[in-house]
């Protein structure tokens, strides 16, 4: 039996990066807010679980200012595991947590692209779990998804479910991933559910959304519908 723990949700400040070097300044940002929420937070139950939302290493250039995509990829885009997840490493292994965050990344087989991946880090520092976001926010989202690329997708992982919608087994529970607008298809959720998820996380997701309520909406139906729990901070605000 999973002993209770508390789950945390950051909601950071973030800087929109120009280049790979303007992610330290969120990452170190980030830290901080760790220190404060885990140390508060373990008042009650000991904080396990650390969710860091969307955007909050890179923000949305390559949205906001509709950046070329190659351009983006080579100069801004991460590699999973990179120095940026050891960065998020230390900081699990520091704070005993594990850390769900995002990061538009790139993919050894698709050179010159990036795709927005979720990912999980256990408290030894390690990359657990990797997944490729599948729903992109069109028109504005330059980020590739295995439906882009399906033919050598399928070729390098299979048409299982676990190409897809992966999940990762966790002394705190079978933890999975649904970015953004993931969590607007119920069918997302119905992948991560099959695949035996029990924490999800979700973010982060837009104004007027967030304003008329329909991300609460989507993440409680969602939640209810496939018997999970959703953990889903957004950012705050955007530079």
């Known amino acids: 039996m999973i002993k209770p723990y508390t789950a945390v949700g950051l909601i950071p400040t973030m800087w929109g990066a120009r280049t790979r070097d303007d992610i330290k300044h969120n990452l170190e940002h980030i830290s901080r807010l760790i220190v404060a929420a885990s140390w508060l937070s373990s008042l009650d139950l000991p904080v396990r679980l650390v969710a860091i939302p969307e955007g909050s290493l890179q923000g949305f250039n390559d949205e906001v200012l509709d950046l070329d995509h190659v351009e983006y990829a080579r100069n801004i885009a991460i590699d999973v595991p990179g120095p940026e997840t050891r960065y998020l490493g230390d900081l699990a292994r ?122 609460e909406i989507q993440n409680r139906a969602r939640a209810l519908d496939n018997n999970f729990y959703i953990i889903a901070p957004n950012v705050g605000t955007y530079y």
């Open 94 to 215: 520091q704070w005993n947590v594990y850390i769900m965050a995002q990061a538009k990344a790139r993919h050894e087989a698709f050179p010159d692209r990036f795709f927005n991946m979720g990912f999980v880090i256990d408290p030894q520092g390690e990359v657990i779990l990797k997944h490729y976001k599948l729903s992109t926010l069109y028109p504005v989202e330059h980020s590739v998804t295995p439906h882009d690329v399906w033919d050598r997708w399928i070729e390098l992982y299979g048409r299982k479910l676990e190409a897809f919608y992966p999940v990762v087994d966790t002394p705190i529970g079978r933890l999975g991933i649904m970015m953004a607008n993931e969590g607007s298809y119920p069918e997302n959720a119905r992948g991560l559910a099959m695949n035996g998820a029990e924490v999800v996380y979700r973010a982060s997701y837009p104004h007027p959304h967030t304003g008329n309520e329909l991300f």
